[in-house]
């Protein structure tokens, strides 16, 4: 029978006999060839760790080397840079100590999450239960965190968060640079926000946020019908420039603020123009929005609201007013046309008689007026046909020749 070569190996405890030299049992198993039988040989790489299991349960742990394993014994061999995941009961195994001694445990109740990192660097979110990792070259961290609190951790990266690696387990909100806005626990108001992100557990409170945007936003408030004092009835356009000032008073004391200051408007609108007449207020139109920012300021800082300004953009009339608004409109222009063309007459009048009296006075003015008139007069022939013998030349001689 050939003989066989072993390789040197540790003693094991359940086989008292050495297996490094040449004792008598171990050459008369050899010579029966018995140990391949009863015994098996384990390498246990580095940076590995072995459990030898007897009937299920645990007894022994094997670090790096060469060993061998008895009769009716398994052997489970575990990589140390990976997270130990046995298929046994985790709490039986380590009441070992020897094992317990190789391994971090962590665990998380109901209400608890924890971040695995793995040599500083993020590997998954683990949730309630009992983990463990090797003690080895492999450095493993986690960051435990409550859920029932209500905001999210500083520690926890909020980069994860946005790459929707927590998104099971977070609430985000945002409010833009333009916003500010209400945090609202279970209903009740907790604080305001400033513009940013902010991050919030899920669990069983009620989590809202209202926003309002900050900016001057202006409203146009178009096609009011409403009676002057006279009951003349009116279509008015105008347009509104407002902006938050009281973020509580505008989004948590009233409900629908911007409704309400539209509302407002309306009512003051109406309670100026119904104080006028019709010709009063076409009169005064423009004063119109002088008094509408006035009598609605106070009412708008009550919703929160703070008025830059208000301006009526038109005013629309009925057919009938409209069409006897166009007839007064062309008898006034009608008789300041009168008026006008009765003082031109008058003045050119004025001038002729002026004129006279200075042609009176002044023969040699008269005769240059009898020129000028002359020469307009030549401008529009182009010939003269002269008739009649000397008689007619002694007649133009004596219009330019004096006597």
């Given at each position: ?17 050495p297996?490094n ?30 459990l ?6 645990l007894?022994?742990v ?10 009716g ?8 840079s990976t ?34 990192y ?27 965190a ?13 980069n ?6 927590l ?29 940013g ?13 209202s ?22 009835q ?19 004391d ?21 104080k ?22 106070e ?27 166009n ?33 009176e ?43």
């Amino acid at each position: 029978m050939p003989s066989q070569r072993f390789l040197p190996c540790r003693q094991h405890p359940e086989f008292p006999f050495p297996v490094n030299g040449y004792g008598a049992v171990r050459s008369f198993l050899i010579t029966l060839n018995l140990i391949p039988i009863i015994m098996k040989y384990v390498t246990v790489p580095i940076n590995h760790v072995a459990l030898v299991f007897k009937k299920q349960q645990l007894v022994q742990v094997l670090t790096t080397g060469d060993y061998w394993i008895g009769f009716g014994k398994t052997v489970e061999i575990f990589d140390m840079s990976t997270p130990f995941l046995p298929g046994q009961e985790l709490n039986i195994l380590l009441q070992n100590p020897e094992l317990a001694a190789l391994l971090d445990v962590v665990e998380m109740t109901d209400n608890e999450i924890a971040l695995l990192y793995k040599d500083g660097n993020f590997r998954q979110v683990l949730s309630a239960g009992k983990f463990a990792f090797w003690k080895g070259a492999t450095v493993y961290s986690t960051i435990k965190a409550d859920l029932n609190a209500l905001y999210v951790d500083e520690r926890i990266d909020k980069n994860l968060i946005e790459k929707g690696a927590l998104n099971p387990y977070v609430r985000i909100f945002r409010v833009e640079a333009f916003e500010q806005g209400i945090l609202l626990v279970n209903g009740a108001m907790v604080r305001t926000l400033e513009s940013g992100n902010y991050y919030f557990w899920k669990n069983s409170d009620t989590v809202a946020v209202s926003k309002t945007d900050m900016r001057q936003m202006s409203v146009d408030v178009n096609g009011q019908e409403v009676l002057t004092k006279d009951k003349a009835q009116l279509r008015i356009n105008f347009s509104m420039q407002y902006r938050v000032a009281d973020l509580v008073k505008a989004v948590v004391d009233n409900k629908d603020f911007d409704k309400q200051l539209y509302i407002q408007m309306q009512m003051v609108l109406r309670e100026i123009v119904g104080k006028l007449s019709f010709d009063e207020l076409m009169e005064n139109k423009d004063r119109i929005a002088e008094q509408a920012l006035a009598g609605a300021t106070e009412k708008a800082r009550q919703l929160g609201v703070e008025l830059a300004g208000i301006g009526v953009k038109d005013i629309i009339l009925p057919g009938d007013i409209r069409d006897i608004m166009n007839q007064v409109l062309v008898a006034e222009k009608r008789a300041q046309a009168n008026v006008i063309m009765r003082r031109e007459e008058t003045a050119s009048t004025r001038s002729l008689l002026n004129t006279a009296k200075l042609m009176e006075e002044n023969a040699m003015l008269f005769k240059l007026k009898e020129m000028e008139y002359v020469e307009k007069i030549a401008e529009k022939i182009n010939s003269i046909t002269v008739s009649g013998g000397s008689q007619v030349v002694d007649q133009l001689k004596q219009l330019f020749v004096q006597r």
